[in-house]
């Protein structure tokens, strides 16, 4: 007799065919576990074990929850008899939603809770009175549709809340394949509403069932692959279930799962958006530009407007509809997909104009960007646009596809318009910024090379696509030289100014930094990271604006107090929410000993700062954060004191965390690199640049900056940034008597040093 276990375990199925054999062979095990329950035949009669939500619709995914009702005529034993019905499947170690109820309670919760009516909707009886279930599955399907705008108005509030909560499937780089826009949750919800009389094409509904036979498909693998529930489709699982949802890549994988999201969520959008119109409608036609008008709330085009003529009328009707918050009617936008030319090389005049005044439309912009590359229209602007479509990043760094992102950063560039001098550069910049993600190689090269047609194509000045260049050249450098270099060092100024050589790049280079990291996600923008870009733009400012860094002291620590503290010749130990001062005479290691104690307290080093003098004393100044939120500093203190007085056993009290620690998740599709040093004698002019990326550990800023130590180098500066499961930190060293590392060899083996400290040959 076939199990559940058996076709978990058949992959030579997989996808709706599973779930259909998967729910089959539960409802065979549970007609036994109920006869087994119930000896009394005739009491059978009164009750009927009903299967409803997603095991109703026989879409068991192989770890999915079993939804049960168990429906009676007032059996007065009930409670011992659905205990004999439950148990089993749970000692089968299976998740169970289960109720027990009397047709008359079912019914009248079906009126007023809606995750009981849209259980019942698809509903099924498993075993029992197949008359009393049939019955009160037809009387709750006659509520639903009795009570069908009541519902319909429920079930579209769940789906903006779902958004606001899960994101998008298309875009995400991690969806949520269940509960996110655009997932099999709304096409559950569509469904649903149908069957309470939302209207739907056929071609609409056979679309929808292609979607879900592909989101089972991957429901199905993920389960397999994990061994357990996830709707989370993460970066590090991607790879693995690509194949056995029968795709050949991961990237295959997550294009297919993007496209369908698309699909969804435009079937979806427009099908709500016929049951709540919008507050202006009037059928009086309101013209919003030539050949496009305003209809019952919707952007129109002209029935007699030549599509196949003019090539930037899609622009037009695009910039209508952001500007206004409306939808492209499905008529007209379909006529547009049909009929819209592909874009001639120029383009004509003033088209470039069109397209700066839709992205300057902003954040209302993206959905109607999303309604144009529906139809494969944008790719009739830009054919590179193609390559970045769906295009997933394989890391944890960003939260979305390549394609939303660009998206994305165009709308919070539009934020910080008022900053900048050309906001019209500011955002083609924004979209042209990493459209070599697409393409083989250096995505910053390619880029440019990219952008070399595209500005030529559009009919940009030559000046203007100088900047543009410039700025998809740069577009790391803030970033990167604001969290890995010295902003006291004459050098870093010199290094930016040379390279973006006007203030009106520098501004426009700093609210593009501001609006890439915001789109790229969470850990990409912070507090920190903002003061640091504004302190680095100010500084290069000056510079630019004929300013003599001679004129200027840069240097940012140790300020007046630090300078007090370390007169008094003693350990010293000053707190702040978010950082640790530390004063103690000048012994080597002692910049590691402070990283190893906060590393025992898992605090994440975002940066820090060392400083000695010529009297032996020596300061340092790490910031910090932590995932449990507000630091108790008391305890950290006391073994800061110990650790720096030789009297902690720092390196095996990190051994035995190390040993503990629970593994990280990865964050990234790519396992991390192995370790590497870099040198640099350009990057400072009084100290050696020392970079290392390294896979991300317990105590690995402590191993680096010991194995620095041990190597006889002061450490004057240094930061430290984590990408995901990897960190790269950056130092600036001096050899002991204060000069810049000039012997090769010396180089090589403090680079052995840093390597075997972090387990390399």
Known sequence: MTTRIDVVNDFSIGGVAACHALSDVTDAWLQDVFKA?????????????????????????????????????????????????????????????????????????????????????????????????????????????????????????????????????????????????????????????????????????????????????????????????????RLEDQAPVAPMAGFTTDDALMAAVAEVGREVAWISDEAWARLDPPSDRSAIPQPLAPGVQLINGEVHLDEAVNIADDPTLLLRVATAAARLGARIDRASLNRLGESSPQ????????????????????????????????RNLLVRVLPEWASVRSKPQRNAFHR???????????????????????????????LFHDLGKGYPGDHTEVGIKLFADIGTRMGLPESDQRIISLLIEHHLLLADTATRRDLSDDATITMVTGHLQSTVVLDLLHALTQADSLATGPSAWSDWKAELV???VERSRHVLGGGDMTEVMWRLFPDASVLELMATGEIAIRTQPDRVTVVS???????????????????????????????????????????HGEIDWAPIEENLKLALSGR?????????????????????????????????????????????????????????????????????????????????DSFYVRESNGGRISDDAYKNEISRAILHALGEK
């Open 534 to 536: 504004a302190l680095l």
């Open 37 to 233: 329950a119930i000896s009394d035949e005739k009491k059978r009669d009164d009750i009927v074990l009903i299967a409803v939500g997603g095991y109703g619709r026989r879409e068991l995914a192989p770890h999915s929850d079993l939804d049960i009702l168990l429906v009676h005529k007032s059996v007065k034993n009930i409670a011992e008899i659905a205990s004999k019905i439950w148990y089993p499947i749970w000692d089968a170690g299976i998740k169970l939603g289960h109720a027990v109820r009397t047709p008359k309670e079912t019914i009248q919760l079906c009126s007023t809770d809606l995750d009981t009516a849209t259980a019942l909707v698809t509903a099924r009886v498993i075993a029992g009175n197949q008359k009393l279930g049939d019955d009160l599955i037809s009387e709750a399907s006659a509520s639903w549709k009795k009570n069908g705008r009541q519902w319909l108005v429920h079930l579209h509030s769940r789906v903006i809340e779902r958004y606001a909560k899960d994101g998008e499937v298309a875009f995400l780089l991690e969806p949520n394949l269940k509960e996110g826009l655009g997932g099999l949750r709304d096409i559950h919800a569509l469904q649903w509403a149908v069957d309470a009389g939302l209207e739907l094409s056929i071609d609409d509904r056979r679309q929808l069932s292609v979607c879900n036979e592909v989101l089972l498909g991957v429901r199905v693998a993920l389960h397999r692959h994990l061994g357990r529930a996830s709707e989370i489709l």
């Open 400 to 430: 979305y596809t390549v394609d939303r992102h660009l998206w994305q950063t165009v709308a919070n560039a539009v934020e910080l318009i008022h900053r900048v001098a050309r906001p019209d550069l500011l955002v083609l910049a924004a």
């Open 343 to 374: 874009w001639p090389n120029p383009w004509p005049a003033g088209a470039s104009d069109d397209l700066v005044a839709l992205l300057l439309e902003g954040e209302s912009a993206i959905p109607v960007l999303e309604s144009l590359d529906q």
């Open 585 to 627: 005479p000048d012994k080597p290691g002692t910049f590691s000993r402070v990283a190893g104690v906060l590393s025992l307290y898992n605090m994440d080093v975002l940066g820090a700062e060392a400083h000695s003098d010529e009297q032996g004393m020596a300061a340092s100044e790490f910031r910090v954060s932590s995932q």
């Open 648 to 728: 902690l056993a720092l390196d095996s009290r990190l051994a035995d965390r190390a040993a503990n620690a629970r593994p990280r998740r990865a964050t990234s599709a790519v396992a991390p690199a192995a370790p590497t040093v870099r040198f640099d004698d350009t990057a400072s002019s009084n100290a050696t640049f020392l970079e290392v990326r390294a896979p991300d550990m317990v105590g690995v800023l402590h191993r680096i900056t010991k194995a620095i130590a041990d190597s006889g180098l002061d450490i004057r500066h240094a930061r430290v940034l984590t990408l995901g499961n990897e960190v790269v």
